[in-house]
Each structure stands twice: as C-alpha cells, then as structure tokens.
C-alpha cells in the first residue's frame, strides 16, 4: 500500500532562514508527487508537482523540490522564507494510473518576523 | 470563475442525526474526492469517484455515504454510525491528464461540530 511520511510536524524559522521540509513515500511503481500549501483560512493550494524529467522542481512563491528516486523523497525547499509562509505545507502522492492520492500529516511552518 | 464551492462553512449537528454536506464543482473535473481533515493527522480520504453513479472507499469510509447522480455534485453524508464526526471535511476534484491524474483542486471547507 502506498504511505506518506513528513518527518518534521512542527518548524518555526526566522525571517530570511532557508527551509527544507522532507517527503518520503512507499511505493515501488511510478509515482506523480506535489506539494500543497494550507494557509490561515484559505483553501490548499498546489505549491508545485512531479511527474517525470527534471528532477528539479520549480513552484510559485520561491518555491523549489528536488526529486531523489533512490530515496524515494521529494524534498521542498525555500532559500529565505518570509512571514507571509507561515501556513501548512501537506506532501501527496498518486500512483501513476490511478486517481487516488495520499497525503502526509502536514507540517506546520512559523516564520518569526 | 471556476472552481468548487462547499457549503455550509459551519455546520452544527446533534448527536444520532444525520448531515449532509454539499460540494459542486464547474471545473468539469472527472474525479471527486472527500477528505477529513484532523489536526496532526493530516487528510484523510473517506470517498472518491471517478465518474457519474461510481464511487470507492477511502481510508475511513465508515459511517459516511455519498452519491454521484451528477458529474458536477458530491455530497457526502455523515451518519450517526460515525463516532466521532467532529472535524474539517474538504471536497477535491481532479482531471485526467495523459495516462495519469493531474493536481487536485481543493474547496473552501466544512467545520462540522457535533453537538
């Protein structure tokens, strides 16, 4: 069966800090892989997404993921986060040819001004 | 303007009784989905559907239904069989790219209280 796991629940940064938040995932097919944002009171949003190629990843906001097949991760990140990422950020995965997608439990991000 | 529309946001139920709760989406998505939403536990899936008159189990399907007579409609209902119903319930739908499912598109939520 297909698992999320997001390692750190909780991370409270200062402003211009860089950010790494881990995604891994437990399935030994092909994988499409994103990335969502849960700001206060809005709707999740896609941050960014991958299906193949590039394992670089590029998102809105700043945002970046590298892909590591070997690890099975696909890592978000962010050079220097602003107080405006405080939010939760929420990794999913949907097995190539299925319409089921599964989330990790989130992580919730503070950035101190 | 596009997109897909929960109602109500707050919604207070007693216990035994039943709720529905509606979500419509004008994306003319294929795929409709109902999570649960619990702090630390992240989303949950309860039911999704790939076309009219199809749907599947989630994760924590019990003591929810649901109906897709409508491509555009996929209200879920929570029963009393359900034990601990409290939570925020997000609606989702997605398209199907080539071969595969593209990103999902999420609603604005129902905070349902049981009372």
């Known amino acids: 069966a297909q698992s999320v796991s997001q390692h750190n629940h909780h991370v409270i940064l200062s402003e211009a800090a860089s950010l790494e938040l881990g995604c891994n995932y437990s399935?030994?097919?092909?994988?499409?892989l994103f990335w969502y944002v849960q700001y206060p009171g809005q709707h999740l949003q896609l941050l960014l997404k991958?299906?193949?190629?590039?394992?670089l990843v590029k998102g809105i906001k700043g945002f970046e993921a590298e892909f590591i097949k070997s690890k099975f991760s696909l890592n978000l990140r962010k050079p220097s986060v602003q107080w405006s990422d405080t939010a939760e950020y929420f990794c999913?995965?949907?097995?190539?040819?299925?319409?089921?997608?599964?989330f990790g439990t989130g992580t919730r991000l503070k950035v101190l001004a | 303007d596009g997109g897909i529309t929960q109602s109500p946001k707050y919604l207070f139920r007693k216990e035994g009784q039943n709720v529905t709760l509606s979500c419509e989406q004008n994306?003319?998505?294929?795929?409709m989905y109902w999570y649960r939403q619990d702090p630390g536990q992240g989303l949950r899936l309860i039911y999704y559907?790939?076309?009219?008159?199809?749907?599947q189990k989630g994760d924590i399907a019990e003591g929810y239904s649901v109906s897709r007579e409508k491509k555009e409609s996929f209200p879920l209902t929570v029963t009393s069989a359900q034990k601990n119903p409290t939570a925020f319930y997000l609606c989702?739908?997605?398209?199907?790219?080539?071969?595969?499912?593209?990103?999902?598109?999420f609603g604005p939520g129902t905070r349902l209280t049981v009372l």
């Open positions: 999913a995965v949907n097995a190539e040819g299925t319409y089921k997608y599964i």
């Open positions: 399935y030994g097919g092909t994988v499409n």
């Open positions: 989702a739908s997605s398209i199907k790219g080539q071969g595969y499912y593209n990103e999902q598109f």
């Open positions: 991958y299906f193949s190629g590039d394992p």
């Open positions: 994306l003319n998505h294929d795929a």
């Open positions: 559907s790939q076309i009219v008159n199809d749907f």
